[in-house]
């Protein structure tokens, strides 16, 4: 998905997915996160990925500690158009219901945002700093 929409190099990618593999499985392990992966046979075509999210009290939900955020959200080019997308985001909706989280956010590529939008999606106002030198 990164390398597809060009956000990131080859080393930073690796980098990424030796960290991400054991964060998911702790995240997984404690509750917070689950993944769908849909196969075509036995190969993956689609996958999906649902975090819950410590979050402050907001004037979106302002008697919640939690929010939903979705991830991970990729369907393979010969496998677009055939609605696996909108299967995904379904059942991660689902998840944000049974877990009674109003709020649900998630950051779109371009492809995918019309996608969400017309499923309710809004854009939002996020901006994001990036600082180089931490850690």
């Not at 017309?118 to 030198?133: K, P, Q, T």
């Amino acid at each position: 998905m990164f390398a597809e929409m060009g956000k990131s190099d080859n080393s930073t990618l690796d980098e990424m997915h030796r960290n991400f593999v054991p964060w998911v499985e702790r995240m997984s392990a404690a509750g917070k996160y689950v993944g769908w992966i849909v196969l075509n046979g036995e190969r993956p075509v689609a996958s999906a990925g649902f975090f819950e999210l410590e979050w402050p009290p907001h004037p979106s939900d302002p008697a919640s500690e939690h929010r939903g955020y979705l991830l991970n959200f990729w369907v393979e080019p010969e496998h677009r158009g055939q609605g696996l997308a909108r299967l995904l985001v379904r059942e991660a909706l689902a998840e944000a219901k049974r877990r009674r989280l109003r709020v649900v956010t998630l950051h779109a590529s371009d492809a995918g945002r019309p996608v969400y939008e017309a499923m309710g999606f809004l854009r939002s106002n996020e901006m994001i700093h990036l600082d180089h030198s931490a850690g």
